[in-house]
């Protein structure tokens, strides 16, 4: 008979990671536990992810700790606006709760779009003409401004680009800007459309329309990470703020 024995635990609020060894001597196996990058708090977004709403019982269980532990994971989750409670309320006794991810936990976990939407612009691309292609493209960044009208135009220069970063992080990118003695920078380290960009390029130009859009100046773009740079770097002219 297999006899399995627990040899080493590490509690540091991380999930444990079995390595499973049979011993030729020994009639057993021997379950070492380490510690690797996966914590009890992504145990926990992944079981609510995977069973839509849970209690803290269940994602105890899940986590394999007791249920005083995973309440303060839960209540830090919370905190970050990461998952949500709702209130179950019983016929006798006090109501229970469940949890359930939030928007902003729900964005955590990537979604498998970039190949749907690289055969629906390759669809589109193959029935309508270009211009109406790039109509369309304009129409989203019109979209977006269409949201945030009435909230920059009025703003300094300066202000416009804080504004142009924050709105840039909420589409997906990770961006700053700075300045030197002839130009307004603006730097993005990350794109949200790089896998797309790279069969359709047109995605390309989204971004820089945002900030046409919003600096109502001229942008100069010297690199893009699609072309294998780091980051994408624009930049205003002093001239032109002038």
Same mark, same amino acid.
Request: proline residues 2%.
């Given at each position: 008979?297999?006899?399995?024995?627990?040899? $080493?635990?590490? +509690?540091?609020?991380?999930?444990?990671?079995?390595?499973?060894?049979?011993?030729?001597?020994?009639?057993?196996?021997?379950?070492?536990?380490?510690?690797?990058?996966?914590?009890?708090?992504?145990?926990?977004?992944?079981?609510?992810?995977?069973?839509?709403?849970?209690?803290?019982?269940? !994602? $105890?269980?899940?986590? +394999?700790?007791?249920?005083?532990?995973?309440?303060?994971?839960?209540?830090?989750?919370? $905190?970050?606006?990461?998952?949500?409670?709702?209130?179950?309320?019983?016929?006798?006794?006090?109501?229970?709760?469940?949890?359930?991810?939030?928007?902003?936990?729900?964005?955590?976990?990537?979604?498998?779009?970039?190949?749907?939407?690289?055969?629906? &612009?390759?669809?589109?691309?193959?029935?309508?003409?270009? +211009?109406?292609?790039?109509?369309?493209?304009?129409?989203?960044?019109?979209?977006?401004?269409?949201?945030?009208?009435?909230?920059?135009?009025?703003?300094?220069?300066?202000?416009? !680009?804080?504004? &142009?970063?924050? &709105?840039?992080?909420?589409?997906?990118?990770? $961006?700053?800007?700075?300045?030197?003695?002839?130009?307004?920078?603006?730097?993005?380290?990350?794109?949200?459309?790089?896998?797309?960009?790279?069969?359709?390029?047109?995605? *390309?130009?989204?971004?820089?329309?945002?900030?046409?859009?919003?600096?109502?100046?001229?942008?100069?773009?010297?690199?893009?990470?699609?072309?294998?740079?780091? *980051? *994408?770097?624009?930049?205003?002219?002093?001239?032109?703020?002038?």
């Amino acid at each position: 008979m297999i006899k399995m024995i627990k040899i $080493a635990e590490i +509690d540091r609020g991380m999930t444990e990671c079995y390595n499973f060894l049979r011993l030729v001597d020994r009639d057993c196996i021997v379950k070492f536990v380490t510690s690797n990058k996966t914590g009890t708090r992504d145990v926990v977004l992944q079981t609510i992810k995977e069973s839509g709403q849970v209690t803290v019982e269940e !994602l $105890a269980q899940a986590a +394999d700790v007791s249920p005083v532990t995973v309440r303060h994971h839960v209540n830090v989750l919370q $905190a970050e606006g990461l998952i949500e409670a709702t209130a179950v309320r019983r016929k006798v006794g006090r109501p229970y709760y469940v949890y359930a991810l939030s928007e902003k936990g729900q964005e955590l976990f990537p979604k498998r779009y970039v190949s749907l939407t690289n055969r629906l &612009l390759s669809e589109l691309k193959s029935r309508l003409p270009a +211009d109406t292609v790039a109509e369309i493209f304009k129409g989203v960044v019109d979209g977006v401004i269409t949201e945030h009208e009435g909230a920059f135009e009025h703003l300094s220069l300066e202000e416009k !680009l804080d504004y &142009l970063v924050q &709105l840039l992080g909420k589409e997906g990118f990770l $961006a700053r800007w700075e300045r030197d003695e002839t130009s307004y920078k603006l730097i993005e380290y990350s794109c949200p459309y790089i896998s797309v960009g790279s069969k359709h390029s047109d995605v *390309c130009n989204i971004d820089k329309e945002l900030m046409l859009n919003v600096l109502q100046l001229p942008v100069q773009q010297h690199s893009c990470m699609l072309e294998g740079a780091d *980051c *994408c770097e624009f930049s205003v002219a002093a001239e032109t703020i002038r």
